[in-house]
Each structure stands twice: as C-alpha cells, then as structure tokens.
C-alpha cells in the first residue's frame, strides 16, 4: 500500500508540475490558455513638420520607455524618405534621430509605435531617478518673495511632498484664493513649469513629465505637460491644469525629465503632433513579440524554421492520441489493430479531413484484403509477403489518386498522408486473423481502430487543444501522469459489464 502511495504521489507530482510550468509560461510570455483571443493594442503615430533650410538636418525626439505605467512598448518604425534614422539610448532616455546631408523645403518626418496594455501598477512602474533641474528659476526680487510667501502658506497646509504639490496645484489653478500666485503665473509658460520650478525651490525631489492622452482615431494631438513628485520610494503623477493625480488608464507617458522632447538642426518652424488608432492583434503573435527574450521562448518551439513548427504542431498531439487509445482499451475494452495504428490514423485524418479519411483507408486496406487473399496461395515467406504488400499498397494508392484526380474529386490524393509501411502490415495482421479467427474478429478489432482513431481525431482537431499542445507542451506531463495511472488500472472493462451480468443476476 505504501508503494502504491507513493506511485500516485509521483504521478500526481508529475501532473503538477506540468501545470506549474505552463502557468509560468503564460505569466511570462503571456500566451493565453484559450485560443482566438485578441488584445486591444495602440497605434501611436508621431509627426514632426519643420522647413529645411538647405543644409544638414539633424532631427532628435525623445521615446517613451520600453516598459511604462501601465503600457508595454511592442513594436516600433520609421518612415521617412531620404533620411537616415537611428534608435539611440542616451542616459536621460532613448531618442529617434533623422539625419540628411542636405534638404530644403517643408519636410515630414514620421514615427509609429505600437503599444499594449500591461496591467503593470503605476507605483512600482518606473524607478528612482535623479531629478533634472530643466527650468532655472530666474526670478526678480518680488517673484522670488512671492514663490517663499505661497510655499510658506502650502507647507502649513500640507504634511509631505505629495500633500504640498496639491496645495500647489489648488492656487496655481485658482489665482484669486492666492495673489502670489497670480503674479508668478503673469511671467511662466505654464502651469507644469511654475509648479516644477516651486518644488524644487522647496528642495523637493521632482521632474518634467509629457504624456500623451489616448483616445481612438484621433489627430493632430499634442503632449500634455506635467510633473512627477518623489516620495516614499515612488513617483506620484500630478497634472497641474486639471488637478488630477496619479497615471489615467489612457495616459501614455511620453517623455520624463531630461532633455528637450524634440530638437531640429537645420530646420525652423518645428513642430510635433501625434495621431491614434486602437488595433485589436492576436494575443498568442503578441506573446510570441513581447516575450521573446523569456527563457520560455529560447526553450519554445516558435524559433524553429516554420517547415520544423509545422512538424511538431502534429508531434506534440501526439501524446493526447496515445491517452486516448490507453482509455479506450483498459478502461472501455475497444479491440483495436495494434496500439499505434489508431495514432496514426487519427493524425492522417487531421490532414485529409474525416470522411475522406475514412473512405481512403477503407478502400486501401479492402483492396489490400483481397489482394493478400491471393499472395497466401503463392506461399511466400513472411518478408517477401510484407514487401510484396508494400509495392501493391503503392499501386493502390497512386491508382485510387488518379481515379480520384479523373472524378474530380481530391479524396483519392489524400491517401498518400497515411502511413504505407503501417498499412501493409496492418493488412497482413487483419489477412492472419481472418485465417485463424474469422471475419468478425477483423470487423471487430478494424472497426475498433477506427472508433478510436475517430474519437482521437475529434479531440486532437479541436482548436483549444492545439493550441494548448503547440504552446504549453508541458501540459503533456499531465497526459502522461494519466497515462501512468490508467496502466495500474486493474478494475473490470466497460465491455466485460455485459458479460458479467448473468452472475450478478445469479447472486
């Protein structure tokens, strides 16, 4: 009893660890477990329009992150006629750059990108980073008494950075409840630059932020200036127009502190405008992209050649044929012409389609039949018969692909998807058993091979589980665990019910 405990406990190790393995597949690459699904995915386009003035163009523009609150960069392209284009990492962040040796006139430059939604929390999204001082406070004497007379009046209001920069906000947004802010708001360009330049004259730890609002089939959009105030470990997200804090579900940070978001050598008249487009994707090729560095994917089979892909799709259905026919024969009792053969047909029919499989192989193995019938008179010793079998099951099925080909009708081609060397054995086993057991015995264990060959071919066709075999091929540790355990079923077979009755009857 206890070495049978500690059968099932392994089988039962073996089948969690094949659940385990594919729940962190799906976690790290994000294949879904369903096939067919789509995740919503943004188009951004971005466009810089400037005049060439007949000399050198250098055009710089600050990228967003790879990895950002809530969004996760998935693929991105240039398009720009005549200019060359570079993706560089900078230590203030990455920036695309255009370079021409010469270019006059109006000049459009183009950037797409496309982003998917990442579920990552906003708070633990992005690290700490030094803040830069991008804006110099140049103030006179009044501004400067202005800024420390509203500061003073927001530190008694507040108890922390965050709490201070909304005081902030609330005067910056309604000047009359403050004058002072009234007149340090007559000489900034704007909100974000007034509240950056009055937290760091606090000496709180901030920066410039640009963000992009995303909203589908829209044009000629422009970044929306805000800032980033650091405490307790994170950075917190206020935007000064409308008051609002922390990273909208919409919002796209474009651009984080450093350098200018666009520079143009060259040119004048620069300007920077952005365009949306929500897409819908496949989940598995989006998983596939953005997960291509998981050591899932190194270890996958998607970076095989397509021809090898293609082989292992019906490989790795393999093991769901083989539970199949262990079931159907310990379990239901179905006779069947070998163990494999079900297998084998039950892939030949996920090619040909099922009712022209099963005419294909019915024809060939009757024909077959017959025509071994007539070889046992001849005598032949076991090898020569099987080849003989070999080279006949070839003419049959080149001669049934012809007529098939003359009839209009593909169902002949499709023969040549089955196994012949299976074939010819399997009707030199059917001829023996007819000899020595009788025709019923071969409809019994040939109409056997076909049910289970049948009922495999309906499971292994079904999209979830192709799709689940192809992309989480450790699932079939789960098959083989069941496997183990049907082989120690010792219990009686469905079929054997029926003949036990009468005793049961007689109790």
């Given at each position: ?78 398009a720009s006629q005549g200019y060359g284009f570079s993706i560089l990492r ?418």
């Amino acid at each position: 009893m206890k070495s049978r405990a500690g059968y099932f406990l392994t089988l039962l190790l073996i089948g969690l660890a094949g659940i385990l393995i594919a729940v962190l597949r799906q976690m790290e690459t994000g294949v879904p477990f369903l096939p067919g699904q789509e995740r919503s995915v943004w188009l951004v386009e971005a466009r810089i329009d400037f005049e060439a003035l007949n000399r050198e163009v250098t055009a710089s523009l600050s990228l967003p992150d790879k990895q950002l609150p809530g969004f996760e960069l998935f693929d991105e392209q240039a398009a720009s006629q005549g200019y060359g284009f570079s993706i560089l990492r900078r230590p203030q962040g990455r920036r695309a750059e255009w370079t021409r040796r010469e270019a006059r006139g109006e000049q459009s430059l183009y950037y797409s990108a496309q982003f998917v939604a990442s579920g990552e929390s906003p708070a633990n999204a992005d690290a700490k980073q030094p803040a830069i001082k991008e804006f110099p406070i140049i103030w006179d004497a009044a501004e400067e008494l202005a800024a420390d007379a509203m500061l003073a009046r927001a530190r008694e209001m507040s108890s922390s950075p965050h709490s201070l920069a909304r005081e902030l906000i609330k005067y910056l947004n309604d000047p009359a409840v403050d004058q002072n802010a009234a007149l340090l708001r007559i000489h900034q360009a704007g909100d974000a630059e007034l509240l950056l330049q009055l937290l760091q004259r606090a000496g709180i730890e901030s920066r410039y932020v640009m963000g992009l609002y995303l909203e589908d089939a829209r044009r000629r959009q422009t970044l929306t200036p805000m800032v980033e105030v650091f405490h307790d470990g994170e950075w917190l997200l206020f935007n000064p127009a409308t008051g609002e804090e922390g990273v909208p579900e919409n919002l796209l940070l474009w651009h984080r502190g450093g350098i200018s978001v666009l520079d143009v050598t060259g040119g004048r008249d620069s300007s920077l405008s952005f365009s949306m487009i929500r897409q819908s994707v496949p989940a598995t090729y989006l998983a596939t992209v953005t997960g291509a560095d998981s050591i899932f994917a190194r270890l996958g089979v998607h970076r095989l050649p397509i021809e090898e892909q293609s082989m292992f799709k019906l490989l790795l259905l393999l093991p769901l044929g083989a539970t199949v026919v262990v079931l159907m024969r310990v379990v239901v009792g179905l006779k069947t012409a070998g163990t494999f053969m079900p297998i084998l047909i039950s892939l030949a029919f996920l090619q040909t389609s099922l009712l022209p499989g099963l005419v294909s192989f019915i024809s060939v193995v009757g024909i077959g039949l017959l025509l071994r019938g007539y070889l046992s008179r001849l005598n032949l010793l076991l090898v020569a018969r099987i080849a003989t079998l070999i080279v006949l099951v070839v003419f049959i099925i080149s001669a049934l692909s012809i007529i098939g080909f003359q009839m209009g009708y593909s169902t002949g081609m499709t023969i040549t998807f089955f196994p012949m060397i299976i074939i010819a054995w399997t009707i030199e086993r059917m001829s023996i058993l007819w000899e020595e057991e009788g025709a019923y015995e071969v409809l019994l264990q040939g109409g056997g091979s076909l049910a289970v060959a049948v009922i495999a071919y309906l499971l292994m066709q079904m999209a979830i589980m192709q799709h689940l075999s192809f992309n989480f091929p450790e699932l079939n540790l789960v098959l083989l665990a069941l496997i183990l355990a049907l082989g120690q079923y010792t219990g009686y077979k469905l079929t054997e019910l029926r003949r036990f009755r009468a005793m049961e009857d007689l109790q």
